[in-house]
């Protein structure tokens, strides 16, 4: 068996070395999703400037095929001032520019998501942090505990409350010789 000097001093080595543990995995995981927010707030710009991209292509589509269509109107011998003929083409315009305006929104809404993803990694970068430090904390704060307990079963017969009983005991005997009247 340890002689209880040396099983106290263990157990608070230990302690510290968790505790260090704690408190770097804390360090290393609001590390992790910081980089995890940064990562989505990228994927936010990329949504909207994919959905900007797409709805530009979908007003090329469009016009192209109102062209087409002013085209086939006119080779067709259709007058293209004729009220027919320009709510072809205005439904045309209109039906386009819808699709573009929806791919927009889409994309506004994808990044949305991407930033609320980021919020909550910053938040649990946070959680991390805390969470780390107060592992250590706790952990530093009862080592000394877990070390007098040790040190008391390996047969250290030393007592914090000094000798002759407990701390309770001589606080009653303290207040018995109190005068009265307090």
Request: with cysteine; net charge positive; charged share 15%.
């Amino acid at each position: 068996m340890c002689e209880p000097t040396t099983l106290a001093a263990a157990v608070i080595g230990t302690s510290a070395l968790q505790a260090y543990g704690q408190y770097t995995d804390g360090k290393f995981q609001a590390s992790v999703a910081n980089q995890n927010a940064k990562i989505n707030e990228g994927a936010a710009l990329d949504a909207i400037n994919k959905g900007n991209a797409q709805a530009q292509e979908q007003r090329r589509r469009t016009r192209q095929l109102a062209g087409t269509q002013a085209a086939t109107m006119s080779a067709s011998g259709i007058d293209l001032s004729t009220a027919g003929a320009l709510d072809i083409l205005g439904d045309t315009a209109a039906m386009g520019e819808l699709d573009a305006l929806t791919m927009v929104n889409n994309a506004s809404r994808e990044a949305y998501g991407y930033r609320m993803q980021a919020e909550n990694d910053r938040l649990n970068a946070k959680m991390a942090r805390r969470s780390g430090n107060m592992g250590a904390m706790t952990t530093l704060l009862t080592a000394p505990i877990q070390a007098y307990g040790a040190y008391q079963l390996a047969g250290g017969t030393w007592s914090p409350f000094g000798g002759g009983g407990s701390g309770a005991a001589k606080a009653g005997k303290t207040f018995a010789k109190a005068p009265k009247g307090f």
